[in-house]
């Protein structure tokens, strides 16, 4: 079976990294809407969609849809031009929703319209299904998972607290500029985004090492505003590196038991929670013991096996929703 993953881009947020993991897993094939972006594409075909926004470039989508048995399209311009195309060249079209997008009224409209005419809907979290069914739009939860073995080096602490992803207001990352603990180096990885980089924080923009650099960080900050369901907080229980977490969005469903919560927009949370954390040896050997037996919940390859399974489903159907 042919299935063709539709991205904006290979900027590297957490949605972008899983696609391509699994899109390489399954043997499946990539295009992107735009050049921008340093992530490396390890698929095998990647399909590049060139051209401004409109009718010449969707004409491009839609020639390149008829090429494949079923497209799987991600995030808002994933549902905006997949979804048309997908039904322009009559073939299944299936949504995998990722729920933290930042959307005009209008823009958000328009994603529900053409949602509402994907032949089925993914969710990442409950948290997110439940969005949808406020918005009319019917999902199936399939959670996020993460290569486990490349997690799997021991947990050993040492490097002060890390932070990862893009840097955008959501994330909250302006936050660690503001928590005053002399001694506590704080750095920061990810791509750039439309946030500076926080004061008094190292950014070390987007590296190849997270797994290393999380195997050594003392803790994992997610100090989130909105979140669908955080690769983050999996692949850092997975390299057993305690967290400590804003209680919003999927981040309760990820994290369960095993984070130590902080509610959003406080500072003043945020370094009563380091200092507890930082201060305790045997709190954070808990911690990481703990999560590292939760992590076991989202492997990559479940997650894997659940895209191809509702592609395969599409497919099977006599006829694709007009």
Known sequence: MRV?????????GGAERLVLAIAARNGHEVAV????????????????????????AL????RLSRSFDALHVHLGAGVLWGVPAARAARRPVVVSWHGTE????????????????????????????????????????VPNGVALDQFAAPWVGGAGVLAVGRLAPEKGFDLLGD???????????????SAPAPAGVTWAGEV?????????????????????????????????APVIATQVGG??????????????????????????????????????????????????????????????EVVRRPHPVP
Request: proline share 6%; with cysteine; hydrophobic share 50%.
């Open 102 to 141: 930042a959307e005009s009224a209008f823009r958000a409209r328009a994603r529900q319209f053409w949602m509402r005419r994907a032949d089925r809907v993914l969710a990442v979290s409950r948290s997110v299904a439940e969005a949808l069914h406020a918005e009319g739009v019917a999902s199936t939860v």
């Open 4 to 12: 063709l993953h539709l991205l904006c881009d290979l900027s590297g």
């Open 179 to 193: 928590l005053g603990l002399p001694g506590v180096p704080i750095t920061l990885v990810g791509p750039p985004g």
């Open 59 to 62: 004409g491009r989508l839609t």
């Open 208 to 240: 190849d090492d997270v797994a290393a650099r999380m195997a050594l960080a003392d803790v994992v900050v997610i100090p989130s505003r909105r979140e669908g369901a955080s690769l983050v907080a999996m692949e850092a229980m997975a390299a057993g």
């Open 33 to 56: 809407l735009h050049d921008g972006g340093s992530l490396s594409a390890p698929v095998h075909r990647l399909h590049r969609v060139r051209g401004r926004p409109g009718a010449r």
């Open 251 to 312: 981040l309760p469903e990820v994290l369960g038991d095993v984070a130590r919560w902080i509610p959003p927009d406080s500072p003043a949370a945020l370094r009563d929670a380091l200092a507890a954390v930082l201060g305790d040896p045997t709190l954070r050997q808990a911690m990481s013991a703990a999560g590292r037996a939760r992590s076991r919940q989202f492997d990559l390859n479940a997650t894997a096996a659940a895209w191809s399974a509702a592609c395969e």
